[in-house]
Antibody, heavy 118, light 106 residues
C-alpha cells in the first residue's frame, strides 16, 4: 500500500519560491507506470491540478501555472518535489501530493497548508 | 484546455434518496473520467475511474456512467456517510477537476 507524506515550510514570503517534498513509502517511485502529482486546494474552494511527473521523467503542468512550476523526482530518497516560483497570496492553499497508475489518483497525502504572507 | 463543469453546485437530499451529479467536459474525453469524494479537512478519496469502474472497497451504491462529454455519478440510496463534496476529474489531457458538488442534509 503506497503512502504519501508532504513536507515543507508552512509560510512563504511573497515573490519567493514555494518548495514542497512528497515522501513515498510502501512502493518505489522508480518502479514504473505511476504518475506522481501535485494538486492544490484554495481555502474553501475546489481542487486545482498543478502537474505531474511520469516515472519516465516526463512532466506535464497546468498551462495556467506552467511558467512557475517545476516537478522533479529524487529516486535515491524515494521522493518527488514541487517548486512554485514568484508566489503571491493567491498561491495560499492546501497542497496535496497524489499518485496513480493512470492519471487519476488512488493515493493521496494528507495535505499541507502553505500560506503566502510577509 | 479542457474545462469541466459540474451541476448542481449544491444538492440537498435525505438519507435513502437517489442522488445524481452531472459532469460535462468542454470537449470529448472518451471515458477518461474519475470521481472523488472529499470530506472537510481530508484528502479526496477515489470512487470511480474510467467513467464507470468502481474503485476497490467503494460501496456498490456508487455508480458512474457516460462517455464523450457528459457523465453522471449516481448514489442509489444516500447514506449518512455520503454527505460530502464530490469532484469529477478528466485525465484525457492534463488533469482538470470540476468545481465540486456539495451534498448536504435536507
Amino acid at each position: 500500500q503506497v503512502q504519501l507524506q508532504e513536507s515543507g515550510p508552512g509560510l512563504v514570503k511573497p515573490s519567493q519560491t514555494l518548495s514542497l517534498t512528497c515522501t513515498v513509502s510502501g512502493g518505489s517511485i522508480s518502479s514504473g507506470g505511476y504518475y506522481w502529482s501535485w494538486i492544490r486546494q484554495h481555502p474553501g474552494k475546489g481542487l486545482e491540478w498543478i502537474g505531474y511527473i511520469y516515472y519516465s521523467g516526463s512532466t506535464y503542468y497546468n498551462p495556467s501555472l506552467k511558467s512557475r512550476v517545476t516537478i522533479s523526482v529524487d529516486t535515491s530518497k524515494n521522493q518527488f518535489s514541487l517548486k512554485l516560483s514568484s508566489v503571491t497570496a493567491a498561491d495560499t492553499a492546501v497542497y496535496y501530493c497524489a499518485s496513480g497508475a493512470s492519471a487519476f489518483y488512488d493515493y493521496w497525502g494528507q495535505g499541507t497548508l502553505v500560506t503566502v504572507s510577509s | 484546455d479542457i474545462q469541466m463543469t459540474q451541476s448542481p453546485s449544491t444538492l440537498s437530499a435525505s438519507v435513502g434518496d437517489r442522488v445524481t451529479i452531472t459532469c460535462r467536459a468542454s470537449q470529448s474525453i472518451s471515458s477518461w473520467l474519475a470521481w472523488y469524494q472529499q470530506k472537510p479537512g481530508k484528502a479526496p478519496k477515489l470512487l470511480i475511474y474510467k467513467a464507470s469502474s468502481l474503485e476497490s472497497g467503494v460501496p456498490s451504491r456508487f455508480s458512474g456512467s457516460g462517455s464523450g462529454t457528459e457523465f453522471t455519478l449516481t448514489i442509489s440510496s444516500l447514506q449518512p456517510d455520503d454527505f460530502a463534496t464530490y469532484y469529477c476529474q478528466q485525465y484525457n489531457s492534463y488533469g482538470a477537476f470540476g468545481q465540486g458538488t456539495k451534498v448536504e442534509i435536507k
